[in-house]
């Protein structure tokens, strides 16, 4: 399972496709399962980055329960992915 660190937290992120990347978000409550049926479609014109959100399914949070995820955390997750 890969997981990228960022601003505290470790984030569970799946990566398919090639191509310019395409980060892929879900709004509060859901996680990257959500795009399930989408990402083998983008994937053949994007590499595909869908992120857990804080708190949900594989993403943790080092410092608190807090569910939402700042927009400096996406920045650095960004910048730390391979």
Not at 30 to 56: M, S
Request: with cysteine; proline share 7%; aromatic share 14%.
């Amino acid at each position: 399972m890969p997981f990228v660190h960022a601003n505290g937290l470790r984030l569970f992120y799946q990566d398919t496709g090639s191509g310019p990347p395409l980060l892929l978000l879900m709004g509060h409550g859901l996680d990257h399962g959500f795009w399930a049926k989408q990402i083998p479609v983008y994937g053949e014109h994007f590499r595909c980055l869908a992120l857990d959100n804080r708190g949900k399914l594989h993403a943790f949070s080092c410092s608190s329960s807090w569910t939402r995820f700042p927009s400096g955390s996406f920045k650095v997750a960004i910048r730390t992915l391979p």
